[in-house]
């Protein structure tokens, strides 16, 4: 069962960048969906970017082509480059992973079903 664990939440000033990672406990996260999803408190859920294991990726309409999400399967490592920072990308941020959902679903459900997911790390806080 894969555990996995968010880092690299920080200060940040608005257009500035951040990177967040998430740690998979084991190697068979390779074989498996992953994504980011963020929620700000009292609002729903909402999806960020997901990659399948073939590194298809999906995003958010509000953050592509400010954020990258990428893998390394050496590491077992999740990652998500966030670029030109905005107010509204502060909430907290979950990383999960599911070995039977696509990234495209996983999007679109806004993670509803993923089997395994993090403790959360802060988004990009104003400095």
């Known amino acids: 069962q894969a555990q996995l664990l968010e880092s690299g939440g920080g200060s940040v000033q608005a257009g500035g960048s951040l990177r967040l990672s998430c740690a998979a406990s084991?190697?068979?996260?390779?074989?498996?969906?992953m994504g980011w999803f963020r929620q700000a408190p009292g609002k729903e859920r909402e999806g960020v970017a997901a990659?399948?294991?073939?590194?298809?990726?999906f995003y958010a309409t509000s953050v592509k082509g400010r954020f990258t999400i990428s893998r390394d399967n050496a590491k077992n490592t999740l990652y998500l480059e966030m670029n030109s920072v905005k107010p509204g990308d502060t909430p907290e941020y979950y990383c999960?992973?599911?070995?039977?959902?696509?990234?495209?679903?996983?999007?679109?459900?806004?993670?509803?079903?993923?089997?395994?997911w993090g403790q959360g790390t802060l988004g990009p806080i104003s400095s």
């Open positions: 999960a992973a599911d070995s039977s959902i696509r990234a495209a679903k996983a999007m679109e459900r806004e993670g509803n079903g993923m089997a395994y």
């Open positions: 084991e190697a068979t996260y390779s074989t498996y969906c």
């Open positions: 990659i399948d294991s073939d590194g298809s990726t």
